[in-house]
């Protein structure tokens, strides 16, 4: 298959200088510092984060945000709250300083909505583990110097059958492919096969069985982070769509005067800003507490908001949308905020289990 690509045991990373290039600046300026503190404990300050990836969503390409996302409101803060043998905190102290991308990989061969199921393994024998399985659509698989692998060291469902592993992506026995898309470039998106990947027992992140626990925890700020990048992306689509309608004449007066497209630019401001006000008002309760059900609220809200705004201004752009680089694309790209980190089902699965916690909410 041409399109494979087995990572060197030792040598530079594919591709991907975007998000390398993006964390080493961010640490140099401080940024990092500010983020999760002088004294990090896997801590996320939401509005830091929520305005770095803005102005990385305004940079672009969004497939560097999404490896920005992945590395420092999860990978980064779960190695950051597990690491405590040395292994562990020199990839830490590397990512923390700029010099070191993580990917996170949880989805598996499985349905990636069904965690549980998922069949990679991590055998614990003595002061060795061996990995074995296959993990699909991993961003920054293609570029990243380690994975955060989520593997099972038990058989059955069970809430504490599973336990998160630190892969060097040089290790024999790893095997990098690019995930087959023409989209999200820059995020070095990829599918990893780990085929008896013996590593020694330190690269173990937290006690064995947290696995499912710790990826909750840091699945909710995953969750703040994506909204954030929500938000600026449909307010960036709507103002571009505003400037271009204004520039356009149909029967002689801008197609920004029609009543149709005032009032569907208007109900995009609309959504966007209910989004941006449950944003605000969960932030802290997700960055703090981890409060799954509200993160759950926030991401069935930024799935269903992204997709309405892009479809809108996609529609509003015509022609000019289908240009390369054009709203079409990234209404395309967008689509993964409905998938990608919980789809909108699962996602209102939970809500839905917990409807009595978000209704109380409400009360006045
Ligand atoms: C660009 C990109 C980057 C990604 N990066 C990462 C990463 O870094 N790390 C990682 O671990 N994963 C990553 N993923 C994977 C992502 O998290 C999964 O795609 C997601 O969890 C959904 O899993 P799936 O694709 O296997 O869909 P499936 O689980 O097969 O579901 C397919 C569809 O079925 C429907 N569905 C599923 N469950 C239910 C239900 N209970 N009720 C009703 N309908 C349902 C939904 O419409 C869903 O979209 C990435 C994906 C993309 C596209």
């Known amino acids: 298959m041409p399109d494979v690509r087995t990572r060197p045991a030792s040598g530079p990373p594919v591709s991907g200088a975007d998000a390398r290039q993006a964390v080493a600046e961010l640490a140099g300026a401080g940024a990092l510092t500010e ?33 920005l996302l992945v590395q420092l409101a ?7 709250e597990t690491a405590q043998a040395p292994t562990a905190t020199a990839v830490r102290d590397a990512a923390l300083g700029g010099r070191a991308l993580l990917a996170l990989a949880a989805t598996d061969e499985q349905a990636g909505s069904d965690l549980t199921a998922l069949t990679t393994t ?3 024998d003595g002061d060795q583990v061996t990995v074995n399985g296959t993990k699909r659509w991993v961003t920054s698989a293609l570029t990243a110097d380690h994975a955060l692998v989520l593997a099972r060291h038990r058989p059955g469902r069970h809430f504490t059958n599973f336990t998160w592993v630190l892969v060097p992506l040089t290790a024999p026995g790893v095997t990098v492919r690019p995930a087959a898309t023409e989209l999200f470039e820059g995020s070095g998106v990829g599918h990893l096969e780990l085929s008896g990947v013996v590593l020694s027992r330190d690269h173990l992140l937290g006690r064995t069985g947290r696995g499912l626990a710790l990826f909750a925890r840091h699945m909710a700020v995953e969750r703040l982070a ?15 769509t505003d400037r271009r309608l204004r520039a356009r004449q ?9 009543a149709s497209v005032r009032q569907r630019l208007a109900d995009c401001a609309v959504q966007v800003s209910s989004l941006h006000a449950l944003w605000t008002a969960s932030c802290d309760r997700i960055a703090d507490g981890h409060d799954a059900t509200a993160a759950a609220v926030l991401k069935a809200a930024s799935g269903t908001t992204v997709e309405r705004v892009m ?3 996609a529609q509003l752009q015509g022609a000019d949308g289908f240009g390369t680089g054009g709203i079409q694309q990234l209404r395309a790209e967008a689509a ?3 998938i990608g980190g919980g789809a909108t089902e699962v996602v209102l699965d939970t809500v839905a289990g917990r409807l009595d916690t978000v209704l109380n909410e409400l009360t006045p």
């Open 250 to 258: 149909v029967d002689d007066a801008p197609l920004r005067e029609s």
């Open 226 to 240: 994506s909204a954030a990048w929500a938000i600026e992306l449909c307010r960036g689509a709507i103002a571009d």
């Open 122 to 124: 991590v055998d614990l």
């Open 74 to 80: 999860t990978a980064l803060p779960l190695l950051t």
């Open 35 to 67: 983020l999760y503190g002088p004294r990090p404990t896997g801590r996320v300050d939401p509005r830091t984060l929520r305005r770095l990836l803005a102005e990385a969503a305004a940079r672009g390409p969004q497939g560097t945000v999404l490896a």
């Open 311 to 313: 479809t809108i201004c």
């Open 336 to 338: 993964v905020f409905a």
